[in-house]
């Protein structure tokens, strides 16, 4: 069974700091897609990370994937307010199934 | 096309009582997907279609769940004999299947609270 762990789940930090938020994921797998979702909203697509090595940038966004080690990564340069929202990685099977498994979630605060 | 729209958005019912959720999804888009969501978790897949061909089904989708895509355009979605933990959020997604890549878009959801 695929599994997918976030860390942290919960990062709060101040306006102008960098961080990372990291994605495991249990089995080997094509694809991995990172989500924003505000609360009590939708969830809005940020990256597809299609292979070994991708690296993606939006903004003060950078999501990167190393599928040897099974891991993607989501940085966040000098954060603002507006970046305050859960951040969800997900991964899609390497078989032919399209089902999206997600992370719990990092909820991401950044105060002013 | 203004996205993947879902109705309705919020529905209160009582345990034992059947609902039923819809969702358009983007016009072109010949997959359709329905996810649960519980407060402070990620979404867990449920069932997916591809046109009107019903593809794959979670564990999860009890007896209680049956989902159609009649016509591969529109999905509903419908829970027979609400139980309490079937409370969550209801999201759609759609996408236009492509091997190279594929990203789902989500609808606002239905909110579901069963009393």
Not at chain 1, 17 to 23: D, E, G, L, P, R
Not at chain 1, 35 to 55: H, M, T
Not at chain 2, 97 to 110: I, K, L, V
Request: with cysteine; net charge neutral; glycine share 6%.
């Amino acid at each position: 069974e695929l599994k997918v762990e976030q860390n942290p789940l919960f990062l709060s930090m101040q306006e102008g700091k960098n961080y990372t938020i990291y994605c495991n994921y249990s089995t080997t797998s094509d694809r991995l897609y990172w989500y924003r979702q505000d609360p009590g909203k939708s969830l809005e697509s940020l990256f597809v990370l299609l292979s070994n090595g991708a690296v993606k940038q939006e903004g003060r966004l950078m999501a990167s994937l190393d599928t040897k080690a099974r891991l993607s990564t989501l940085h966040i340069t000098a954060a603002v307010h507006d970046l305050s929202a859960t951040y969800f990685c997900a991964v899609e099977r390497e078989t032919s199934g399209s089902r999206l498994t997600f992370g719990e979630g990092t909820q991401l605060t950044v105060n002013p | 096309d203004t996205g993947v729209s879902q109705n309705p958005r919020h529905k209160i019912t009582k345990r034992g009582q059947n609902v039923t959720f819809r969702c358009d999804p983007i016009s072109e888009h010949n997959r359709l997907y329905w996810y649960r969501q519980t407060l402070g978790q990620g979404p867990e897949f449920l069932t997916y279609f591809q046109n009107e061909a019903q593809l794959e089904k979670s564990r999860l989708l009890s007896d209680r769940f049956s989902a159609e895509r009649p016509k591969g355009s529109f999905s509903t979605l419908e829970i027979q004999r609400t139980e309490q933990g079937d409370s969550a959020m209801y999201l759609c997604a759609s996408s236009w299947w492509d091997p190279a890549a594929e990203t789902q878009y989500f609808g606002p959801g239905t909110r579901l609270l069963v009393l």
